[in-house]
């Protein structure tokens, strides 16, 4: 089975700068997607940023990225220019690649990420 | 186009009592998914729909759960009766369907059950 560590229950960052958000995994699977999701308070859950295993390339989107280090099955969150909206609960999570049809998601226990301004 | 939603946003209820939580998928999303999380832990799978057939229910916690999805469209899920450590904010999820392998899975914003 599949699991998935965030080791940061809190992270807080200065407005404006730049935060980095940890998460490792362990799988026996080649092929597998991994993916950030962010959940502001009292609001839904929302896909920030996801990452197919077989890309050697870093997934980007505007000021979120990735460090994907396959080898060491480790999956950090780079946040660049923070900014007071992205303070929410992040939880990184992973996806099998094999099992079609079975798209259930395996997450970590989160990191709240606090904007100080 | 509306987002997956889910009714009550909180529910408290007494331990032995029972309670129905409800998700309404984006319409079209053959996918539904239940999910948990216990305080401070990480979101546990708990059951995936495709339209109205369980594919895999492999996440439920034992018989006191119990999941449907009438028609294909919004589905239920039932716990009865409640125990202290149900207690947890059950979230929904839904993605459009099996030929898109790379679907993304859309949250609802979660109900909070609170079981004294």
């Known amino acids: 089975a599949q699991t998935v560590t965030q080791s940061q229950p809190e992270m807080s960052v200065q407005e404006a700068e730049t935060v980095t958000l940890s998460c490792t995994y362990d799988?026996?699977?080649?092929?597998?997607?991994l993916f950030w999701y962010k959940q502001p308070p009292s609001r839904q859950m929302i896909l920030v940023i996801r990452?197919?295993?077989?890309?050697?390339q870093n997934a980007t989107e505007n000021r979120f990225s990735v460090n994907f280090q396959k080898a060491a099955k480790s999956f950090s969150l780079k946040i660049s220019d923070s900014q007071l909206g992205d303070a929410a609960m992040y939880f990184c999570a992973y996806r099998s690649y094999l099992n079609f049809g079975n798209e259930k998601l395996t997450f970590g226990t989160g990191t709240r990420l606090t904007i100080i301004p | 186009e509306a987002g997956v939603t889910q009714f009550p946003s909180h529910s408290v209820i007494e331990k032995g009592q029972t309670v129905t939580l409800r998700c309404d998928p984006i319409?079209?999303?053959?996918?539904l998914y239940w999910y948990r999380r216990v305080m401070g832990k990480e979101i546990k799978f708990l059951l995936h729909?495709?339209?109205?057939?369980?594919?895999?229910e492999s996440g439920m916690p034992n018989n006191r759960f119990l999941a449907e999805r009438t028609g294909g469209t919004y589905s239920t899920l039932k716990v009865q009766p409640a125990e202290l450590e149900d207690s947890g904010v059950y979230f929904c999820?839904?993605?459009?369907?099996?030929?898109?392998?790379?679907?993304?899975?859309?949250f609802g914003p979660g109900t909070r059950l609170t079981v004294l």
């Open positions: 999820a839904s993605s459009p369907g099996l030929a898109v392998s790379t679907d993304t899975q859309y």
């Open positions: 729909f495709v339209k109205e057939s369980k594919q895999d």
């Open positions: 319409s079209g999303h053959d996918n």
């Open positions: 799988t026996s699977e080649s092929d597998y997607y």
């Open positions: 990452q197919e295993a077989y890309k050697q």
